[in-house]
């Protein structure tokens, strides 16, 4: 017993006096994330694994069907620097010169739209039937307005007729109490003259009769004669005013025949306002009706139909697109680095990737205002269009500049698989080595080489299709 309480350690213990904090103030260990990063590393390295796995069995058989492969004659050329012009190819749009898009003048219903998007029509072609029964009855009331109108001259011509008579019978009352006037102050003017011989005559008369030199008879008839001429006297001046009265009334008269001349006239003129105002309508009717009928300007191709078959249209809506297809040319922006190698009237070339060839044309106009986003000029180059060009196709302005040094091979001995350009170039043992390269312009036959090759590179240049990477070949010069 003692002996197996000798081995207990009777020594004290001494304990950490720093309290262990508690349960519930522990720390809790992330499980789930230790969990997660295990399962991680877990799968990377059995991909690892798996990967190399794959590609060497990938490897090992390449390699197995390559060795198997029978040597290949092949041809090649050696990678070499050439200079060769420069340039800059600007890329550009084809576009119509003359691009119209036709529309309404008239509103109606359109009855027929006998083209579609696409479609090449004719000069006077038609390419929309509107419906025109409203216009129709428009035009048959301006018709009815003219008549009216017309009518209206010819009860203003009457009223002008009537008038101008009145005017000329007035002028003949007038004319008439004038000459009534004269006659009475002439008439008047001669009593007058004999009253005062008849005066004269009657003091002499009285004195004689004084002396007994004549008889009371004599003197009398001498009283007589003056009283005659007083009554005439009296009488002429009752005919000036007479007469006077006459004037102003035959002038009143010519005033208000005048008056109603000049209003007749004034209705005249309206009336025949009025009818050239019904006339223009009509003539508007007219004009509107042809409009019913849209038809193309010119030769071209419908690019765009704004509108379809029981629409409404209405002025200025429009309808179709048209682009002439006989004049065209190339609009492109022009760098302001590169705008002083423009001028109006210089033959250029332009590359046209469509007809897979380069024509030639001239330089039509420069927009003398540079974007302000992108600094470049936008330049219109006339084309030439025998070869069947349509308006949005793709072309590149082709601008010369000094020569420079590039590496240049021939076009056969690139191949594609994809969107990836690749040759194979003659390795060590004789054997096809494939070069993923970037490729640049193409010129006489040969393709610019921006990067993949070094100069000295011997290049195969035939069967290049049938070759395989690893592939031993039989090189022929």
Not at 463 to 474: H, S, T
Request: no cysteine; net charge positive; glycine share 6%.
């Amino acid at each position: 017993m003692f002996n197996d309480q000798s081995s207990v350690n009777l020594e004290p213990t001494i304990k950490d006096s720093t309290a262990e904090p508690a349960p519930e103030l522990q720390p809790k260990k992330p499980k789930r994330l230790r969990m997660i990063a295990l399962i991680s590393v877990f799968a990377i390295a059995f991909g690892g694994v798996a990967w190399f796995w794959l590609f060497r069995h990938a490897s090992e058989s390449t390699e197995a069907t390559t060795a198997n492969l029978q040597p290949l004659e092949v041809e090649t050329t050696t990678a070499t620097q050439e200079s060769i012009p420069g340039g800059s190819s600007l890329t550009g749009t084809i576009e119509s010169v003359e691009t119209v898009t036709t529309t309404s003048r008239i509103q109606g219903q359109i009855k027929s739209l006998p083209v579609a998007e696409g479609d090449t029509v004719k000069a006077g072609q038609v390419l929309a039937i509107i419906d025109v029964k409203d216009i129709q009855a428009q035009g048959n009331q301006a018709l009815a307005a003219i008549a009216q109108a017309q009518a209206g001259v010819t009860v203003a011509a009457a009223a002008q007729t009537q008038a101008m008579a009145s005017k000329t019978q007035a002028e003949a009352q007038l004319n008439q109490a004038e000459a009534g006037q004269q006659q009475a102050e002439a008439q008047l003017q001669e009593a007058q003259a004999q009253l005062a011989d008849a005066q004269l005559n009657q003091r002499r008369m009285t004195m004689l009769q004084k002396d007994g030199a004549v008889s009371q008879s004599q003197l009398d008839q001498a009283n007589t004669q003056v009283a005659l001429i007083q009554a005439r006297i009296k009488q002429a001046k009752a005919g000036i005013d007479q007469a006077n009265r006459g004037i102003d009334r035959a002038k009143a008269g010519v005033q208000q025949a005048s008056s109603q001349v000049q209003q007749a006239q004034g209705g005249v003129e309206q009336a025949r306002s009025q009818v050239q105002q019904a006339k223009a309508g009509q003539q508007q009717t007219l004009a509107n009706l042809n409009y019913g009928t849209v038809t193309a300007p010119f030769a071209g191709v419908i690019t765009k139909k704004h509108t379809a078959v029981g629409a409404i249209a209405g002025p200025g809506q429009p309808i179709v697109t048209l682009e002439s297809t006989n004049r065209l040319r190339l609009s492109v922006a022009v760098p302001e680095s590169l705008i002083s190698l423009v001028r109006l009237g210089d033959e250029v070339t332009v590359q046209l990737d469509t007809v897979n060839r380069s024509i030639s044309g001239h330089v039509r106009q420069i927009v003398p205002s540079a974007n302000l986003n992108s600094r470049s000029f936008t330049v219109k180059v006339a084309l030439d269009n025998s070869y069947k060009l349509m308006p949005g196709m793709f072309g590149r302005l082709e601008l010369p500049r000094e020569s420079r040094v590039v590496m240049m091979i021939p076009q056969s001995a690139v191949f594609k698989r994809g969107q990836l350009e690749g040759v194979y170039v003659i390795a060590a043992n004789n054997t096809a080595q494939l070069r993923w390269v970037k490729t640049g312009k193409v010129q006489n036959n040969k393709l610019e080489i921006v990067s993949g090759l070094e100069t000295g590179d011997r290049i195969i240049t035939s069967n290049v299709k049938e070759l395989r990477d690893g592939q031993q070949v039989v090189a022929n010069k």
